[in-house]
């Protein structure tokens, strides 16, 4: 039952999810197109010549990772704001915050999946643009 009315819940809130849908996509295509590009032979052969690059660039993709999972939480929490109003509604009539909780967490896990394989495909369009030696690498 929970499934059900988390799928139902997700397609009418689909207005509102296609922000965090959009923000997830986004996220993991730069986020992959940059430590596919960083990862690179290029990349690598220019960091054995200066000692630092390397370091660098790993210092990057860590605060691009923290950077994105703090806009993924804020986009979260704006969603959970905006649809408290629902929750409560189902809390009232007898459902446990547990249960609640699971529900949102369900359909977001879905969604967030969902929006992670798109980001893949986007990753590769970045990457196919920019990079021609695109293949070299996947």
Do not use: P
């Not at 499934?3 to 993991?28: C, E, M, P, W």
């Not at 408290?84 to 007898?94: M, P």
């Amino acid at each position: 039952m929970l499934g059900k009315l988390s799928l139902r819940n997700a397609k009418r809130q689909a207005k509102d999810y296609i922000i965090y849908f959009i923000t997830v996509i986004i996220s993991v295509s730069l986020m992959y197109a940059f430590n596919l590009i960083a990862s690179s032979e290029d990349i690598k052969e220019l960091s054995s010549y200066m000692e630092d690059f390397s370091t660098a660039i790993h210092a990057i993709s860590f605060i691009i990772v923290l950077i994105m999972a703090w806009i993924i939480n804020y986009t979260m929490s704006f969603m959970l704001e905006k649809r408290s109003k629902e929750f409560g509604t189902y809390e009232i009539l007898g459902i446990e915050k547990k249960s609640i909780s699971n529900m949102f967490t369900l359909e977001n896990i879905v969604i967030g999946a969902i929006a992670f394989v798109i980001g893949l495909g986007v990753r590769n369009s970045i990457i196919s643009i920019f990079y021609f030696d695109y293949y070299e690498f996947v």
